[in-house]
C-alpha cells in the first residue's frame, strides 16, 4: 500500500503513570491495543506505531476498521 491508499484515522487514547515511572497507554476503541514508555512523549510514539500495526493487521485480514464511538465524561465522586 503506498501513501496515496492511506486514509486518517482519530483515536482517543488513554495514558496512565505507573507508580515505577513511564506511562502505559492504550486505545480503547482497539482492544487490545496497549503499548508503553519510558517518558510521556515516547509513550505517544509507542502508542501510535501499535495503532498503525494494529490497523494494517486489520486491512491484511480484511477486517473492519473500528470507527471510535467513545464517549469521554469526567465524574466528580463524593465516597
Known amino acids: 500500500m503506498n501513501n496515496n491508499d492511506k486514509q486518517i484515522y482519530n483515536y482517543t487514547v488513554l495514558l496512565e503513570k505507573e507508580s515505577d515511572g513511564g506511562y502505559h497507554a492504550f486505545c480503547p476503541s482497539l482492544k487490545g491495543c496497549h503499548s508503553q514508555g519510558d517518558s510521556f512523549e515516547e509513550a505517544i510514539e509507542n502508542i501510535t506505531e501499535a495503532i498503525e500495526l494494529y490497523l494494517e493487521s486489520l ?21
Do not use: S
Open 59 to 79: 486491512r491484511a485480514d480484511n477486517q473492519l476498521i473500528p470507527k471510535e464511538d467513545l464517549i469521554v465524561k469526567p465524574l466528580t465522586i463524593l465516597a
